[in-house]
């Protein structure tokens, strides 16, 4: 059984997929780059910028699943310029800042909307 996760307080999926589905006791998190929930743009500014934007979408999907960062068990990080480790690292460490969850970081070729980070996660439901 499968449970489809929406909100306004994160973009609106760009493509074919969900901002996250429900299964059992597991979140399964799309990928969020820093995209503006209010405008669909992309936010101005450095990596760093943009890390804190995509977590901040990653943690209204998460809370409209019944979630949250302390539930978080993976991410995913990927990277445009693996160069920028280090600053998403930083903004990364402020979110989960006790306990973190197992993690990959890859560099990628590109990233949708011009983004140079995303983030992805799955997590278990609050209270489960």
């Given at each position: 059984?499968?449970?489809?996760?929406k909100?306004?307080?994160?973009?609106?999926?760009?493509?074919?997929?969900?901002?996250?589905?429900?299964?059992g006791?597991w979140?399964?998190?799309?990928?969020?780059?820093?995209?503006?929930?209010?405008?669909?743009?992309l936010?101005?500014?450095?990596?760093?910028?943009q890390?804190?934007?995509?977590?901040?979408?990653?943690?209204?999907?998460?809370?409209?699943a019944?979630?949250?960062?302390?539930?978080?068990?993976?991410?995913?990080?990927?990277?445009?310029?693996?160069?920028?480790f280090a600053?998403?690292?930083?903004?990364?460490a402020?979110?989960?800042?006790?306990?973190?969850?197992?993690?990959?970081c890859?560099?990628?070729?590109?990233?949708p909307?011009?983004a140079?980070?995303?983030i992805?996660?799955?997590a278990?439901?609050?209270?489960?």
């Amino acid at each position: 059984m499968r449970q489809i996760v929406k909100t306004d307080q994160a973009p609106a999926a760009i493509g074919p997929y969900s901002q996250a589905v429900i299964s059992g006791d597991w979140v399964i998190c799309s990928g969020q780059v820093a995209l503006d929930p209010k405008t669909g743009r992309l936010v101005e500014g450095d990596v760093a910028a943009q890390a804190e934007q995509a977590l901040d979408n990653l943690m209204a999907v998460l809370e409209a699943a019944g979630s949250g960062a302390g539930q978080v068990v993976r991410c995913t990080v990927y990277l445009v310029e693996m160069n920028d480790f280090a600053a998403v690292n930083a903004v990364y460490a402020r979110y989960f800042a006790e306990d973190p969850p197992a993690r990959a970081c890859v560099a990628v070729s590109a990233l949708p909307a011009g983004a140079r980070v995303e983030i992805d996660a799955m997590a278990l439901r609050s209270g489960r």
